[in-house]
């Protein structure tokens, strides 16, 4: 497969989508943040000093999403017409896993907003929780899903999902050998 953002002499260039149909386009991202047991306890229960952290990394990560042609240089501007971000708190692994939702009916695809809004909303966690826990870990982002388009729909396999949600968080207390 070729790269469509670069012309014949390798310039970069955004690609030129004028021709393309308007399609319905929903995108699916996720990510983790893994922390101490007594960050996740303040997340969890609602006693971090700066507040409402969950409230914030979802306003912060449709936010993000919203500005994504802003952040990645050859992105297109997008009307979207649906962004959330929602939360999992998974205490075995101490880690918080976020969700966004990207949808736009458009010439091209959602996934770069659902994946900036999934990666600014992780950043938004560490920075209101940072004066407890530094050694926090941003990672598994990823496409899980996305519909639409000419490339048609993708859904990442279950086994791939599932890495995340049993991946041990360097927080947790070691595993004891029986």
């Known amino acids: 497969m070729d790269f ?3 012309d014949s002499r390798g310039n970069a260039w955004m690609v030129d989508v004028s021709e393309k149909k308007d399609t319905a386009r929903e995108a699916v991202a996720s990510g983790c943040i893994y922390m101490s ?3 996740f306890d303040k997340v969890a229960d609602g006693s971090m000093k700066k507040g409402d952290v969950l409230g914030a990394a979802r306003i912060a990560g449709i936010m993000g999403a919203k ?3 802003d952040l990645i ?3 297109h501007i997008l009307n979207l017409t649906k962004l959330s971000v929602d939360f999992e708190l998974m205490p075995e692994k101490c880690a918080v896993r976020a969700v966004c939702t990207a949808k736009t009916t458009g010439k091209t695809g959602v996934e770069m907003e659902a ?3 999934v990666s600014i909303a992780l950043l938004t966690v560490y920075d209101m929780c940072k ?3 530094k050694t926090m870990e941003i990672g598994s982002i990823m496409l899980e ?3 639409g388009g000419k490339s048609g729909d993708f859904i990442r396999p279950e086994k791939e999902q599932e890495k995340v949600k049993k991946r041990p968080g360097t927080k947790t207390e070691p595993e004891k050998d029986e």
Do not use: M, N, Y
Request: proline share 5%; glycine share 4%; hydrophobic share 25%.
């Open 37 to 39: 047991r007594e960050c």
């Open 115 to 117: 994946l900036t809004g």
């Open 131 to 133: 004066a407890v826990d």
């Open 67 to 69: 500005r994504t042609s």
């Open 73 to 75: 240089p050859l992105c």
């Open 145 to 147: 899903k996305k519909s």
């Open 4 to 6: 469509t953002h670069f």
